[in-house]
């Protein structure tokens, strides 16, 4: 899968991912989830950013009020809910996972 947001490196059995967003959107959500999905045999996982101001400024509330403003709540619910299933699938990995926050963090970017 090609990504726009999401840059992976490898050092050693450590998977490192570079985040190149200051959000959640719906797209981060889908690559980070592919990462997830591909871990191969990584014993460690590093999430980190690109940017060095800004780790993440939790969800994209542009898109979010996008959808809002649509008055779409079948697609709010599901960008909500794969948000915190990924939040989730993070939180029960069984190799050690490390958020390199590396600049300002806020909202969903603490989950």
Do not use: H, P, W
């Not at 899968?1 to 959107?25: S, W």
């Not at 690109?50 to 709540?73: M, P, S, V």
């Amino acid at each position: 899968m090609d990504r726009e947001y999401i840059k992976t490196e490898t050092k050693g059995n450590i998977l490192i991912v570079d985040i190149k967003a200051n959000d959640f959107n719906s797209e981060v959500y889908k690559e980070l989830n592919d990462v997830l999905d591909n871990l191969g045999n990584a014993k460690g996982l590093v999430l980190t950013s690109t940017n060095d101001k800004i780790f993440l400024a939790g969800a994209d509330l542009y898109e979010l009020n996008t959808i809002i403003q649509a008055g779409d709540t079948k697609k709010l619910e599901q960008v909500i809910s794969i948000g915190q299933d990924t939040f989730n699938r993070i939180e029960d990995l069984d190799i050690t996972t490390v958020a390199a926050v590396n600049g300002i963090c806020l909202g969903g970017g603490l989950e």
